[in-house]
């Protein structure tokens, strides 16, 4: 059976710990990589899409960064359950036009008993900004 660990119940060590690994996960901007932290039938709320699945997280994610160019990003702990955690974040990109944006957001994660995220909602909101104005370089 496919584990990916810390396993839950989460402690604040072990919370912190999986906020971490996503985070490097994402920044790597492997859609294989990050899709492996889900389960194969995961729900994700992305703003307004609805994805489901591993293969539509790799197809988003792909897309996402064809289109949101030099991204990097922090995540922040929140709070926790024994198998769930919330997450603040920012992230900065670059769009296809040069156009610098800062993205804030909060993500409510559930996971299942070997560790993958089974279901992951997101609410985003993006604010141009100018590139002297960047936060992550």
């Given at each position: ?31 294989e990589r990050v899709s ?47 198998n769930r955690i919330a997450v603040r974040f ?48």
């Amino acid at each position: 059976m496919e584990k990916k660990y810390p396993l839950p119940p989460f402690t604040l060590e072990t919370a912190l710990e999986k906020i971490q690994l996503a985070e490097d996960a994402w920044n790597s901007q492997d859609p294989e990589r990050v899709s492996k932290a889900y389960t194969i039938n995961s729900e994700w709320r992305n703003r307004s899409q609805f994805i489901n699945g591993r293969d539509e997280i790799v197809a988003f994610l792909t897309g996402k960064w064809q289109k949101e160019l030099n991204y990097k990003l922090k995540k922040e702990y929140w709070a926790h359950t024994d198998n769930r955690i919330a997450v603040r974040f920012v992230y900065e990109y670059q769009n296809e036009q040069g156009k610098w944006f800062r993205a804030y957001g909060n993500e409510n994660w559930e996971f299942d008993e070997n560790g993958l995220m089974q279901r992951r909602f997101a609410s985003i909101n993006d604010l141009e900004i100018k590139e002297e104005d960047r936060e992550f370089q």
